[in-house]
């Protein structure tokens, strides 16, 4: 299972699919051991899934896979959807054990465990479960919650201020931070500003690589609020498709883009559309940059969303931290994981 989850990782922690890796083991040789007969990994949606993948592999190199076991890190599908169910095709090769890490929340694309034991496949399940749970996290929420994973990210000072009194902001955080930011970027499905942050920052909301190119996936660029976005907004520029939904309206923005089948929506500010998302409960993780300034006064990262006294706010679950240059990121939780 471990190299099956290495496996998955080659594959894009963004897009609407989930991240699955694939072994198959033939039956034990003399010695004990278990000869790998074939790896696969999803590539991304449209692509053959990892179990096929990995049957290919193994009649690539001529093996019989009669007998063997697929070790997956997520429950094999029952399903035809962009590609055909993997149970069928496990049958199909003959294949008598199946081992998946979790199961798969699907209720469609789900089922494929208790099809295979109908054929006399025997499955065991929960084997590096957290694990394969962590691989597929933003798709897993989205499918469980019906909308994307949120994730927060904020740039401040100490005292938590992203501008000074008289509007100047730029910039904050150094350029460790800023690269940084930029590789969460090329990782996401999409990013969302208010209209007021597009209109007085002009973000072009596209992840560059340190010298400035386009990285090889471009996010969704979404822009949330009523008012228009000039014609030569850099929003408009090179970069993901960009949408402008007119409302301000959270559980709106995040059904629609559940639609779009984004997993993982990065919000970049302003502070009113991160105070809506907290004020419902709808963010999942933070990203604080923090710049070792202190300012003193000037606009804080969150408009107020409801908290008067200490014991009502939403303690978060620290995951990791990052020394970015002089500055410091925090990689934080609603929930425990
Ligand atoms: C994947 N890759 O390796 C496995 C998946 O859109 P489709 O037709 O490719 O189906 C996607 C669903 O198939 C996905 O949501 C999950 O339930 C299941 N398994 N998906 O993309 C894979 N094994
Ligand atoms: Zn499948």
């Known amino acids: 299972m471990d190299r099956a989850l290495t496996l998955a990782l080659r594959g894009p922690a963004h897009g609407p699919n989930p991240r699955v890796g694939c072994v198959l083991l033939g039956p ?102 957290a694990q394969a749970l962590e691989l597929v996290r933003h798709w897993h929420h989205a499918l469980t919650h019906h909308r994307p994973w949120v994730t927060l990210k904020t740039a401040t000072t100490l005292d938590g201020r992203v501008a000074a009194p008289d509007g100047t902001s730029r910039w904050i955080t150094g350029t460790a931070a800023r690269t ?25 909301l596209t992840a560059r690589t340190p010298d400035g190119h386009l990285a090889a996936h471009q996010p969704l660029r979404v822009v949330v609020g009523h008012r228009d976005l000039p014609p030569d907004a850099r929003l408009h520029g090179a970069g993901g498709p960009l949408l402008h939904l007119r409302t301000h309206d959270v559980h709106h923005v995040l059904a629609t883009l559940h639609e779009h089948e984004t997993r993982h929506l990065l919000v970049e500010g ?68």
């Open 28 to 129: 034990p040789a003399p010695t004990g051991d278990r000869p790998v007969l074939g790896e696969g990994w999803h590539r991304g949606a449209g692509t053959p899934h990892a179990e096929v993948d990995a049957l290919a592999a193994a009649r690539a190199r001529g093996h019989d896979t009669r007998g063997a076991t697929a070790v997956v890190t997520l429950e094999p599908c029952n399903h035809t959807g962009r590609t055909g169910p993997c149970a069928q095709a496990l049958l199909a090769a003959g294949i008598t054990h199946v081992e998946h890490a979790i199961p798969d929340p699907g209720t469609t694309s789900g089922g494929g465990a208790q099809t295979l034991r109908e054929h006399g496949v025997t499955v065991t399940t929960g084997t590096r479960a």
């Open 270 to 337: 302003g502070p009113a559309l991160a105070g809506a998302l907290l004020t419902h409960g709808l963010v999942d993780e933070l990203h604080a940059y923090l710049a070792p300034v202190l300012l003193g006064a000037g606009p804080t990262a969150v408009t107020p969303f409801g908290i008067t006294t200490l014991a009502d706010a939403p303690r978060w679950h620290t995951t990791t931290t990052h020394r970015l240059g002089d500055d410091l990121l925090l990689v934080a939780r609603a929930t425990p994981t």
């Open 180 to 204: 940084h930011a930029h590789t969460v970027r090329a990782t996401v499905d999409a990013i969302a500003v208010t209209t007021g942050t597009a209109l007085t920052d002009d973000p072009a």
